[in-house]
């Protein structure tokens, strides 16, 4: 009976690296999804010249429809929504700035096993750059 209990004991801590590395491709996944909802945001937002209404608020229902976890308020989103227009030379007055990011929540599976809580075991991933606006005056 000691080795049956001892056995299940050992097995359910082992559990814990293949379970984490499930988790480590979820987040991966998620991480990777929000790159291309951000990247082609950031591509209209060069050819509007800006980021529109219409833009953050496509943005917000991307990441939304793709993180069903987290709410709207939780979305971080600092972009440049006045006109910005091309220069035939580089010029800092073309750069349409975005700072965007999301919460990812559960970076350790089995947290509460382990003791970390859960506002303990989340991140802000957040993208921030610039990219050129392409509008013509």
Do not use: W
Not at 6 to 23: G, H
Not at 37 to 45: D, E, G
Not at 106 to 120: A, C, Q, S
């Amino acid at each position: 009976m000691k080795t049956f209990i001892v056995t299940i004991a050992a097995v359910i801590l082992l559990m814990v690296f293949p379970m984490q590395n499930v988790q480590d491709i979820v987040n991966s996944h998620k991480i990777e999804r929000f790159d291309e909802v951000v990247y082609s945001v950031c591509q209209k937002a060069r050819t509007d010249g800006r980021f529109t209404e219409s833009n953050i608020s496509q943005l917000k229902s991307d990441i939304l429809s793709e993180f069903p976890d987290i709410g709207e308020d939780e979305i971080i989103i600092e972009v440049t929504t006045s006109m910005k227009y091309k220069r035939f030379e580089f010029d800092s007055r073309e750069t349409i700035n975005y700072k965007i990011g999301v919460p990812i929540k559960r970076i350790v599976n089995m947290g509460r096993f382990l003791g970390i809580e859960d506002k303990d075991n989340r991140f802000n991933y957040i993208m921030e750059g610039y990219v050129l606006s392409e509008a013509l005056e």
